[in-house]
């Protein structure tokens, strides 16, 4: 049969052409749950520094997708047997990896939903799925929560030091910030990739691509990810979150919000146990545009302060991150409220305790490239033999980059001199 | 003087670095009226097929500021003199050349302002932000409405068949669409661009690199702006409001709507005379978010057409076009409506002449790689004598592929035999 | 069993990864018939303008098997049947459709071997070859003599008007020579080719990609193939061989020669009838760097002319090339001629008509994009219908351009004016 | 004055455009012995390996200019003064850094001349040709030899941890090589670059752009430079000169070898005083070709030791290279003479002492990323404070990775186990 009709194939700036098997996976491309990751940007409010970075979770799934199917494709040529219901598994499972994300995911997670954690969220979107087919999700769900014991590399495709989300979203966020440094040479790493005693492993003539890729991901926080203004925009994102619910509980009425947006303002609900299924559908209506339209409105909010922090976003007047050496001291911390208080009397703002809170916050930040301890990725040195990378030869000295960062910081109004 | 210390470094896949110099450019960048850019994509609904071609109009004005500048320093090179007033003007003009554009620009343009047109809006909005700035823009505007008789080759960077406008949005939605076949060499563009009594000419040697240029550009309109899913989808956005405004005539509460966006569907002003302050600043609270997130709430109208419209959109049920060979007949008129029709009625959709008609529409796609009467691209051909582009040796054939494309299609249900 | 051990990988600019099945092919790869073609410029003198156009033919050889495997691997996923012996001998015709050139192939053919063609000479040692290899190669010979008629598509991958020698150096040579103009999408070309009734044909949905590729070709023929200097560059190095098989034929003795090139000066073989093996071998050990030793030497010969011809070409000091816009009339013959002793006559150089001639030539180039008569490229219109590409939809207007475009010149010293 | 009158551009695949200022660097560029620079590669044998990294030292020449011309530009516009004959002095010795470079210069230089150091011949050609051009080098070869002390700057550009040659080199090798992680963002480094009291360095926000370029310098280190297959060949070929210069001191004329290349061999100058012009001129005569035209031809020598070991590099049947854990032990030693003396007799090869030691031999690879005693890269911390990169903020870690590499490895025949 002409295998060519059985696909669908889209462009990709990063992977040339991306091929989506019709049927469920093509379906569920089309499903709105997916089609609501358009709304959802990959790199949050990283657009503010890098203006291109304005790319969907939506495309990074498909690429991730496009991705496993080579990488499925080329262990089956290294003899790893895989059924084509562990192959559509697999895709599922990658393809839906993060569809339990929430606008602006790692900024406002926790002020929506107590306790929430994205990765149980997706879970809860997929048996929803499952659920609405009829259980054409059943391998795909086992392999994205570990429970495949036969074929435990297939979730390590998924969830892992070098798992396939990884791999494309570096490559994709590098692209599209043009951050250089943060390029990795995927080919070479699927090309060298294969299964060892049920394992995924890389073979010794791709060493030099993982410390590549390890290098470019340390690189990626340091600047991108992690970068100041980034970090400054989150926080302002997540004050003026705050000031609305204190708002909404004090009974204020909105001039605007969005009917999902303003269910989790003013329910609050829980993740701690299972999701509601009403929870979950509400939750699936929110996207980036619940946030950005809010936060355009409020401008015109009665409170001044919420007017205030909406202006500031729409206009770029941003927060300054200051990084500190150590962590902040109480004399730090009270000279900065007095500073933050003295300058919104200044310009006639609101100044108590209560409004000032907003314009000023301590934080740290926290990267790490690789993790070695019981997880690690495993170089197949000789014939027989595999070894964590950081244990294989011409590497001894790469652990020491790898250690998380960990860096206080303080975000504050600019013309606050720390 | 430290020149570095005037520029702000912006990071861009096409360009690399965009150096904004600080003052106000930088100032304009800031404003919210620029920062609203971000949020209208620059192809509009062509994401929909090419699923990267997720970038918006800010970054395509700050690429195409880059190109301006790396333009007005190549003709300085080549001895044509651009006073510091007139090289700020010029990138405030190109910087702000599609400031005026409203969501889904030429998807809604007609539906939410009578008489609407892009360039007028933005000359609106320039005339604004001068007052605002105290007239800092009096030159950008000059040069802008063409209104700057020393130096014409200004305005021609600005809107002629060759513009930066042009340069930047081919080079920029060819890479993110990955259509390799519209990708144009702009470098050698730029090398060879001089001014010659007056007008922008491209010298002989870069001939080539012009025809290139045309046909990319025809290439683009072939595979990209006109592609059949872009035409459906536009044509669904309309008839979405098009529904909307009808039910709102007749006085229909809608269950969410933005104010912005609420004001124009029911106020419906025109800009035959001039835009009143009022709907101008209205106009500028707009952007795609509001279209989006109206589309996603009005799945949950009571009315059933409107509902139906909005699923279709979330869940990518497009519409299918088919090209037709002639003006469409009475008779195929007839036959389409009549199948619409009982489609409807098959599925117990609402089926009557005012419901069915949202289901399908006739309409013609139009392009032209390139205009030469009375405008064009001109050659300098010797040390004296510049040529228009189809009239210049080695070119005698191109103008056959430069003739305007006329197409009339028909969009409607996928379940219609056309 | 495991594919990847029966591959080996190498790196390459263009594709990436071009993958070499162990077995014939790599054996062939390393066989020094075909090492030897890295000792020739796939591009001959054109690294005199474009300076990094040095890569070689076998790079070009390679780059276009990974192609063939590309193309055949997808004809396979649209139900072409093609053997395991046909697969192979495919491989094996594109990897040596050019092993028969000579040192700058195209500027000296004619002068080492009289009614030279490179296609025969090819032939020839695809024959050598087979014999030493024990019939290995009967299926490529097929192949590549057009001698298989169950297949006629598998030839035209090796010699047509879409044939893969040309989508690999079109792409190759436009990177190298970083003209962006002539690049080429080829991964829409190869996924949108299939088999009908026997033949190659396109896909509807690739036709953009077909008219890029002979807009492509047209413009590197401009730009790069039948650049002035390369004219040029071809003439004198032509004019350097006339002037050395003058002086042998007068029994003068060289200072210097390579072995293999002095047995070409002396004997002047023909191709009319069969090559014969010692002629056939002799012509194996040749390469371009027989050619540049030789000039290089040839600098210090006692003959003026040679000396200084060949002082000229390791200087960079070039003739000009005039385009005529008709044939060279006997006036303007005359005029050239007489200008050039006088211009010699001033330097001290001899200036006698024997030796005047080596410093100006008449000459008309040549290019053809594409043709269609008896040949072209098939576009299926339809599920059972082919047309050729000049008369499919949308195309009528292109075959102007592709027009064969001839062009008279004239070479000269740089100080006369034409 | 018509600036874009002053250059000559030529295409490059790395930087785009090259230009050229015409004038003295453009009389150089032209000259037969930086003309000569296109007959040598840059990467040696590297080509057995990576098959289209055939570029030669004349392209990276003229990239390392025209990044000498961004630098100088850049560093203006942060205010450093620059003299047009600083500028000018500061290309010519950039486009000159590498003319002293014989023929496959690593491998060779010490078969060639006694106590030969590449850039002791750089400048004996520089101060030649400056004597040729009537002192016009002189600002240049200040520069070079770092006598210039007003601004010791000049001379880090030319050769330093940091210096421009490097940053050609990475770029172009690891795009000819199609090394992806050997890629550097020069574009960032450039544009980070600055001089603080007269010393280069590199502006805090630089710092990442530093760590990825110091350590795609270690992968191109240990994936290309000291690929084992590069090692082997450079043993084979210089094994083939050992064994020519041994016949020719007993007497044996050879069938065919260059002119400049007996010479040599002949005569065997040394470089311990300073090098006689004949000398000189001899040595400019040599390039590649040279050498692969006398291997060519020897293949067809007498001697079977000779010929064995010239077919062996024709038909890529080089030898293996084995990496050893410690520095070889007397018995490794033994053993590998005593297998290699076996298989040669096998195969009725001369197998004595004399002849077997070309067939293997013990040697030492040694690769150094980064050197921060005494020289190091610098880095601007605060307004006033430069500190050496392994001492600045996030990079304490990294200087783990550059402590230098030395594998001892032995290069034997294939069928021998080591």
Known sequence: MDKST?????????????????????????????????????????????????????????????????????????DTTISPAEYEGTLIAVLLHDVGHGPLSHTLEFN???????????????????????????????????????????????????DIDRLDYLKRDSAFTSVYEGSVGIERILKTMRVHKGNIVIEKKGIYAIENYILARRLMYMQVYLHKTVLSADILIRNIFQRVRELIQSGTDLYHASPALQFFLEEQPSAKKEIPKKVLKKYLRLDDNDVF?????????????????????????????????????????????????????????????????????????????????NEGIWILEEKDKAVEFSKAADTQNIIALTEPVVKPYVVHLKDIEI
């Open 293 to 373: 339209q809010s936060i355009k409105y409020w401008q015109y909010e009665d409170d001044p302060v919420l007017a205030n922090l909406c202006k500031r976003f729409q206009s770029r007047s941003l927060f300054r991150t200051t990084f500190l050496d150590n962590k902040p001291s109480d004399e730090l911390t009270e000279k900065v409220k007095v500073k933050t208080q003295r300058s919104l009397k200044d310009r006639g703002l609101p100044h108590d305790e209560t409004s000032s809170k907003y314009y000023y916050n301590f934080a740290v930040s926290y990267s790490e490239a690789y993790r070695y301890e």
């Open 112 to 162: 929506l939903i107590e306790d929430f954690h994205h990765e149980k969220m997706t879970l809860a979107v997929m048996r929803h799925l499952n659920e609405e087919m009829d259980g054409a999700l059943d391998t795909a769900i086992k392999i994205f929560t570990d429970q495949y014991p036969k074929k435990p590399f297939l979730n390590q495709l998924i969830s892992s030091q070098l």
């Open 6 to 78: 059985q696909y669908k194939i889209f462009n990709d700036p990063i992977h040339g052409f991306i091929t989506v098997p019709k049927g469920i996976i093509l379906d569920l491309i089309d499903h709105p749950y997916i089609q609501r990751l358009r709304r959802i940007k990959q790199m949050g409010l990283g657009y503010l520094v890098f203006p291109a970075a304005e790319h969907s979770r939506f495309s990074h799934a498909l690429g991730a997708m496009e991705l496993a199917q080579q990488t499925l494709n080329n262990l089956r040529e290294k």
